[in-house]
């Protein structure tokens, strides 16, 4: 999914430079998402072969927002892949970033045991503020470039 995700991305801004570009992600959406805006690759890290490294740095200003809910922490990276390097946002993309974690969520919190809260995302209010973050990091780029453009 990484490759992919990266693959489309790079094509987007390519093809469509003026489009801004939103990713998110929901638990193993949101650990694609969080690898794919990776600035460096983990210090003893085999990339697999169909991944060639963090994206261009160029690629992160076509990036307006990102979305994550239940972000897979260290913990349950291991549970589910000993291998799996932690999840780290890259520097060009940690201020765009919006990461939603609900209490008592075994996958991204740590200790936690409820598995009703990796499910609540959805009716919690939480997509809600995710959505207000894109929102306004949208704004914020489109008033950005109206002051580039009229510079």
Not at 8 to 23: D, F, G, R, W
Not at 68 to 80: E, K, S
């Amino acid at each position: 999914g990484v490759a992919d995700a990266s693959r489309q991305i790079q094509s987007i801004a390519t093809s469509c430079p003026n489009t801004k570009i939103v990713l998110g992600g929901y638990s193993q959406g949101a650990a694609v998402a969080g690898y794919t805006t990776a600035s460096a690759i983990p210090a003893g890290f085999t990339l697999p072969a169909d991944i060639t490294g963090p994206m261009p740095a160029s690629v992160a200003s076509h990036v307006a927002a990102v979305a994550l809910f239940g972000t897979p922490d260290p913990w349950f990276l291991n549970l589910v892949d000993h291998s799996a390097p932690p999840i780290a946002i890259g520097d060009a993309y940690v201020n765009k970033t919006v990461e939603e974690c609900n209490q008592g969520d075994p996958v991204c919190s740590p200790g936690g045991l409820d598995r009703s809260a990796h499910s609540a995302y959805k009716n919690n209010g939480t997509a809600d503020q995710a959505a207000a973050f894109v929102v306004n990091q949208l704004s914020s780029t489109a008033v950005s470039q109206t002051a580039r453009d009229s510079a």
